[in-house]
């Protein structure tokens, strides 16, 4: 078994996941990413605490083959990491089936497989974590322009709760982290020109935040992390 903690996330090419998998890095956590395209690493990781994984959120198969094949070269997981999502602007009446499925399947069911492919060995860890990242959109719905996107995203925070409950007695802890507009590409589209990217939460202030959830005792644990950028009502 390998002695340094292993992370699995998924979203570590750009933008909040891959300031999580530098942050994680910095604290000793082997990482191992879960990418569309694996040749596609983010700059400034340490290739001797990294792996890298073929990984596609729409592909059902694909969390249960990447925790497998991490359990083989490493022996454990303590910490999953669910960072990839999908933004739409589509109305939530107009939307066609085949948009909803692919936004519920990348922003809700592919997390509900990774926890599901990693539970065992998370149990095993005794302080297994899940950080799902939601949004303020999964606690509101701030504009008719994001309905949509906003039921997938109360659905993820509500798929954190229902971990955190489902983990509890095996020391699993689930957080769901929900960041206002983050300066990432996601983040700028979302905007629409509203908002300069140094006046949103930068990734690397998400990124400490996730690692100080996952760092904290069985004893503490943080069910949401509300992050914001300007004032939004109680957030």
């Known amino acids: ?14 933008g909040i996941g891959a300031e999580i998998a530098r942050a994680a890095q910095a604290l000793g956590w ?5 990418l569309r395209d694996p040749a596609r690493v983010p ?15 729409t592909d059902r198969e694909a969390e249960a083959a ?22 739409t602007s589509s109305s939530i009446v107009e939307a066609p089936e085949a948009e909803v499925d692919t936004l519920l399947e990348v922003n809700l ?22 950080i799902l990242l939601g949004s303020l959109s999964g606690k509101r719905v701030a504009s008719a322009g994001s309905g949509l996107y906003s039921v997938s995203k109360f659905a993820a925070v509500g798929l954190a709760h229902a971990l955190r409950y489902e983990g509890w007695d095996h020391g699993i802890r689930a957080t769901a982290v929900c960041p206002g507009l983050v300066a990432t590409d996601m ?38 992390i509300h992050i914001n950028c300007r004032t939004d009502g109680i957030f």
């Open 109 to 130: 069911r592919a997390p509900r497989r990774l926890a599901m492919a990693s539970w065992d060995a998370l149990k095993a860890a005794g302080r297994g974590r899940v």
């Open 66 to 87: 990447w925790a497998e094949a991490v359990m083989a070269r490493h022996g454990r997981i303590d910490a999953i990491v669910a960072s990839a999502g999908l933004f």
């Open 187 to 224: 983040g700028e589209t979302a905007a629409a020109g509203s908002r300069a990217a140094e006046q949103m939460t930068q990734p690397e202030e998400v990124a400490h935040l996730v690692m100080e959830a996952i760092g904290l005792s069985n004893t503490a644990s943080v069910p949401e």
């Open 1 to 14: 078994m390998t002695d340094r903690p292993v992370m699995m996330l998924t979203g570590g090419s750009r």
């Open 30 to 34: 082997h990482v191992s990413l879960g």
């Open 43 to 57: 700059e400034g990781l340490d290739p001797a605490l990294l792996d890298t994984f073929a990984y596609d959120a």
